[in-house]
């Protein structure tokens, strides 16, 4: 007669995410963006290689972040875009507040003053 084993017992663990305070999603306790991990990783970088790159991430850590990527892509790209339109949108303002465009110019001028000396 065959004994039947008790069945295998693990844990079930989240991806580890985590909301920062400008609403950008870090991993684990990092200050390592989702948006930076998955950038090195739509370049090619492998897991890895992020690792190497990120030093203060686990690759187990990049694995769960990209695994959990690949299977609520729609939902991370659209956080994504909405994150890059926020950027966009605060580089705007910034260079309006600050007059940056102006900056620029006067920054050009002096050096090109300086060179024909």
Known sequence: MSQISAPIRFQV??????WD?????????????LD???AAYHNGSTPE???????????EDIYSA???????RQEIDNYLEQ???QAQ???????????LADLR?????????KESR
């Open 36 to 38: 930076s991990l998955l």
């Open 105 to 113: 110019r006067r920054l050009l001028t002096r050096q090109a003053q």
């Open 83 to 85: 994150r890059n339109q």
């Open 66 to 72: 990209i695994a959990y990527y690949l299977n609520h």
């Open 89 to 99: 949108q605060h580089r705007q303002q910034l260079t309006q507040k600050h007059n």
């Open 13 to 18: 663990t989240s991806p580890p995410f985590r």
């Open 21 to 33: 305070e400008a609403g950008g999603i870090r991993i684990g306790s990092s200050r390592v963006t």
């Open 49 to 59: 290689e992020i690792a190497i790159q990120y030093s203060v991430l686990s690759v």
